[in-house]
């Protein structure tokens, strides 16, 4: 093993499948471990019976994280008809049980109807702090308190296969969106109930889960020194932006994370860009500026010192 290629931090993403029985946070801290930082944060809690992708930023890239979780997420879940559980998922306690007595179009009517801009009542069995505590402290203690709707958008729901009381779908939605939720809600519109039998997020932005890798295939890469090239670089992230190279009496702009203006520039591309990854004059990549158009100045979006 090259022990040497673990004691510089790194910096990037690492696109994880979460494997069943580990929290989000099981995994980065499990992940603080084979890369030997601290600084370490995922982009998006998956309870632990869900599986699927979880991109995890290292060192610099933590300043990404908001951004990632903020990109659309794609789901595979199993909806199963005829139960409500407390927690709307096969994990927690069946409150009912009722017959299903459906026909497929029936089913399929009711679906549609939850596609677009839509209101969730967050579950108690959730990690939402409302006065300081999570939810799900508060449920675990029997107490059930008022929750505030959220608006979340579901983008699309394509039925995979229907062998009733099971409905398998793809659901593409926005950020916030609980799928265990949008199943019990169906569950209730149709009138028999429903919860979540599985889940698995098999895409959060660019991050799909053919590319994910579980975390022994990320120990494997440690203990063979390899880790690094399993990272996914800042830069590559902000692959569609335009570049700039500084002049080097500009550096210290960069580097202090301050505007600057054209004349500060060595070299640029996609000058019709808004949006640029920017080097200093020895080629480092220090982060991504945004361009005013009406002050004719260049605005950090977000720095990433190396």
């Not at 505007?259 to 019709?272: I, L, N, P, Q, V």
Request: include cysteine; proline fraction near 3%; aromatic fraction near 6%.
């Amino acid at each position: 093993m090259e022990k040497s290629s673990l004691k510089k931090a790194m910096n990037g993403i690492i696109n994880i499948c979460k494997e069943r029985g580990y929290t989000s946070f099981d995994v980065v801290a499990r992940l603080r471990g084979i890369c030997r930082q601290k600084r370490i944060g995922h982009t998006g809690t998956l309870d632990p019976d869900a599986t699927g992708v979880l991109p995890v930023c290292l060192g610099n890239a933590t300043s990404l994280c908001d951004l990632l979780t903020d990109k659309t997420k794609e789901y595979e879940t199993v909806l199963l008809l005829g139960i409500t559980t407390d927690t709307q998922d096969m994990s927690g306690t069946v409150l009912g049980r009722k017959d299903v007595n459906l026909n497929e179009a029936d089913v399929v009517s009711c679906i549609d109807q939850f596609t677009g801009d839509i209101e969730q009542i967050p579950p108690m069995y959730s990690a939402i702090k409302i006065d300081g505590r999570r939810l799900y402290e508060l449920a675990r203690e029997g107490r059930t308190i008022e929750r505030k709707g959220r608006h979340v958008t579901i983008h699309s729901i394509d039925i995979l296969s229907m062998d009733l009381p099971r409905v398998t779908m793809r659901i593409t939605c926005s950020r916030g969106t609980y799928i265990r939720t949008l199943c019990n809600d169906i569950g209730e519109r149709l009138g028999c109930g429903g919860t979540m039998e599985s889940l698995v997020r098999t895409r959060s932005g660019n991050f799909r889960i053919e590319n994910a890798a579980t975390l022994d295939e990320v120990q494997k890469w440690a203990d063979e020194g390899d880790l690094s090239g399993h990272i996914m670089s800042v830069e590559d992230v902000f692959g569609d932006c335009g570049s700039i190279r500084m002049n080097p009496p500009a550096d210290k702009l960069l580097h202090n994370g301050n505007t600057f203006r054209k004349t500060d520039m060595a070299d640029y591309t996609d000058s019709a860009k808004e949006r640029f990854r920017v080097y200093d004059s020895e080629g480092t990549f220090y982060g991504v500026y945004d361009y005013d158009r009406g002050r004719k100045l260049y605005r950090p979006f977000k720095m990433f010192i190396p």
